[in-house]
């Protein structure tokens, strides 16, 4: 399963936000993993984390599952960001956390459907990431 992340912003006020910086670094840190088995198989995981504005508020806490297109075996799951993670120096381990609660919503989801995916690959994916922030941190 190859994993995807990208946001919806209601506001253009938000590109420099620590949570826009965060989804950047990790999205990069994935495009540096696509080469694996893992990121190289399907079905795809598409994470879309929704942003809060003063004009818009998302209706739900969490997570959910928003679609699944057969033809593209990707399953689209919605995480709902909190304004306050918006200027958190937690962003990057919230999103990381996202990923790892996203990957066992779609395995559950995946088993129901009778499609294989490997959730401990995945999982092992999203610690690496984990490893690689934890490990910036340190230097800084």
């Known amino acids: 399963m190859t994993i995807h992340i990208s946001t919806m912003m209601p506001d253009r006020s938000l590109d420099e936000s620590a949570f ?13 993993f696509r080469l694996l088995p893992v990121q190289n198989t399907t ?8 942003l809060p504005s003063r004009q818009e508020q998302v209706g739900f806490e969490g997570l959910r599952l928003r679609s699944f297109s057969r033809d593209s075996q990707t399953l689209r799951i919605e995480c709902a960001v909190p304004e306050k993670m918006l200027d958190s120096i937690h962003a990057e381990r919230f999103i990381i956390a996202i990923m790892q609660d996203a990957t066992d919503a ?5 088993c129901e459907q009778q499609l294989l995916f490997n959730a401990v690959e995945h999982i092992a994916l999203t610690n690496r990431l984990m490893d690689l922030g934890q490990l910036a941190s340190t230097r800084s």
Do not use: G
Request: charged share 15%.
């Open 43 to 50: 079905p795809h995981l598409d994470l879309v984390f929704l």
């Open 20 to 32: 826009m910086l965060a989804v950047t670094k990790i999205a990069i840190q994935l495009a540096e």
């Open 106 to 110: 779609a395995h559950e989801y995946f």
